[in-house]
C-alpha cells in the first residue's frame, strides 16, 4: 500500500515538476505538432475553397438542359423544312 501512494505521490510530482503548471515535459512538443498540423489543414482548406469557387464559375456557365432542348427542336424544325421543301428549293436554284 505505501508503494502505491509513493508512485502516486512520485506521479503527482512529474505532473507538476515539468515548469508548465501541471502539464507533462513533452506536451509542448504534441501541442506544437499539433497546431502545426492545423496550419497544414487550413491551407489545404482555403485551397479547396478556391478550387470550388473555381468550378461553381465554370459550372454557371455551362448551358441548361432547356437551352439545349430548344436548340435541338430549332435545328430539327430547319431539318424537316429542308426536307419537306426540298423540291421546291431544287427547283428555286435550279
Not at 36 to 46: E, F, P, T, V
Not at 58 to 67: E, G, N, R
Not at 84 to 93: G, L, P, T, V
Request: aromatic fraction near 6%; charge should be negative.
Amino acid at each position: 500500500m505505501r508503494l502505491q501512494l509513493a508512485e502516486k505521490d512520485r506521479q503527482i510530482a512529474d505532473l507538476k515538476g515539468g515548469g508548465g503548471d501541471g502539464t507533462f515535459d513533452g506536451m509542448d512538443h504534441r501541442v506544437s505538432r499539433l497546431e502545426h498540423r492545423l496550419d497544414k489543414l487550413g491551407d489545404g482548406l482555403g485551397e479547396v475553397e478556391v478550387k470550388l469557387a473555381t468550378l461553381n464559375e465554370k459550372v454557371s456557365h455551362l448551358p441548361s438542359k432547356s437551352y439545349i432542348d430548344t436548340r435541338l427542336l430549332i435545328m430539327l424544325a430547319v431539318i424537316a423544312a429542308l426536307v419537306a421543301f426540298a423540291d421546291k428549293i431544287q427547283a428555286f436554284f435550279g
